[in-house]
């Protein structure tokens, strides 16, 4: 029986093995493009095609939902095979998965009817959540059903984004995707809290442990999505100074569990240090956030990008890079050139927060450009593993 479904599981083509290598790679695809057709329309070399919501909207619904949300599955749909022990999705039902994925992208682009382009949307959140929801249902694993909430949440969070298309109405719109992000932090909390100190612990042969507290754990896990439904409902968007100690309790809670996991020698190796330093800035954007809401002169829109480049897109490439090399039977080292990579993530972030201020537009252009190069790099190096089978012969 075992060698059947072992020959079974090889026959399917290798991109269609299991959830990260299409979703991987069309993520990365999506990022690396996503950026300077922004940058395009922004100074207004295509401003005669408007995708929906206009360049704005889609800028910040994309990377979001399209870039962010594609990764999210990819490792979900991977990590629950190991979380159950049951076979995970694969081929012609993840191809499927993965086409309704990309059909909602150029529905986007393409302006499609609002009805088919909130049919498409919805129906990729919501499958996840429901293909996650079944497989831990049916092993009864309770520890990672809030998974499956955030994911549901991020579906109302996509829902209303949509709502404020259809009405025209460019604040819900924004507080749609400001929900999703602060959902999203919600995602890197959970996880990162997880796999961060166990990578960093094997990844330097560490015998003990660092105990997680359990008190930090949940302030972390409800504070996160109790922040994207005040963004929901509105009162995150006005300085606020309840809001204000909700935001610096999650960045002093942030600080605390990097400090708990730090270990001098993560700085010698690239796929640790670029996860440290993406959770970093997760806490500085909730610090970033704190300071405005207690009435600090900062825009923002800058807390905001250390949150979506610093810490969304600096923590995707660092999983990513990991992930890829185990789960296509690789030894645990990047290949040449995602060292750079990491560090050109990490400039880009720099850029957009600390010298757009000073000198916007060069500032602007050289943050896309590092991000775009950064996707770009992990592109060219993981592609191939990702269109081949494990080295070591197994499936998956």
């Not at 994207?228 to 995150?236: D, E, I, R």
């Not at 708990?260 to 640790?272: M, Q, T």
Request: aromatic share 12%.
């Amino acid at each position: 029986m075992q060698v059947l479904e072992r020959s079974k599981a090889l026959a399917i083509p290798p991109l269609l093995r299991l959830a990260f290598r299409p979703f991987f790679l069309a993520g990365c695809l999506l990022a690396l493009l996503a950026i300077p057709l922004w940058l395009a329309a922004f100074s207004g070399s295509i401003a005669s095609w408007q995708p929906a919501g206009g360049w704005l909207g889609w800028h910040r619904h994309e990377l979001l939902f399209g870039f962010g949300l594609a990764i999210i599955a990819g490792f979900l749909l991977t990590a629950v095979q190991t979380w159950t022990s049951r076979p995970g999705l694969s081929g012609q039902p993840l191809a499927l998965l993965a086409v309704v994925w990309l059909l909602a992208r150029v529905a986007w682009l393409a302006n499609a009817p609002w009805a088919v382009l909130a049919v498409l949307e919805l129906a990729f959140p919501l499958a996840v959540a429901a293909l996650m929801g079944f497989t831990l249902w049916k092993v009864r694993q309770k520890r990672n059903y809030p998974i499956v909430v955030v994911l549901l949440l991020l579906a109302v969070a996509d829902g209303l984004s949509l709502y404020g298309l259809l009405a025209g109405h460019e604040g819900w719109q924004r507080q749609g995707v400001l929900a999703g992000l602060w959902l999203v932090a919600a995602m890197m909390g959970l996880i990162g809290g997880r796999v961060i100190p166990f990578f960093t612990q094997r990844g330097l042969g560490r015998k003990d442990a660092v105990v997680p507290w359990a008190w930090l754990d949940w302030l972390l896990l409800i504070g996160s999505p109790l922040v994207a439904v005040l963004y929901a409902v509105g009162p995150a968007l006005y300085a606020n100074v309840w809001v204000g100690l909700l935001f610096a309790a999650l960045g002093v809670g942030h600080l605390i569990r990097l400090v708990r996991w730090h270990d001098r020698g993560l700085w010698r190796v690239p796929l640790l240090w670029s996860l440290h330093l993406a959770y970093g800035w997760l806490a500085i954007a909730c610090l970033g956030m704190a300071l405005w809401h207690f009435g600090a002169p900062i825009n923002p829109s800058l807390a905001v990008h250390c949150l979506t480049i610093g810490a969304m897109g600096g923590l995707v490439l660092a999983m990513i890079a990991r992930v890829s090399l185990g789960h296509t039977g690789r030894p645990l080292e990047p290949p040449r050139g995602m060292t750079l990579a990491f560090i050109l993530l990490n400039l880009g972030c720099l850029s957009r927060v600390a010298l757009v201020p000073l000198f916007p537009l060069p500032a602007l252009w050289l943050a896309g450009t590092c991000w775009a190069l950064a996707f770009a790099l992990y592109t060219w190096r993981y592609a191939p593993m990702l269109l081949r089978a494990r080295v070591d012969g197994h499936p998956g």
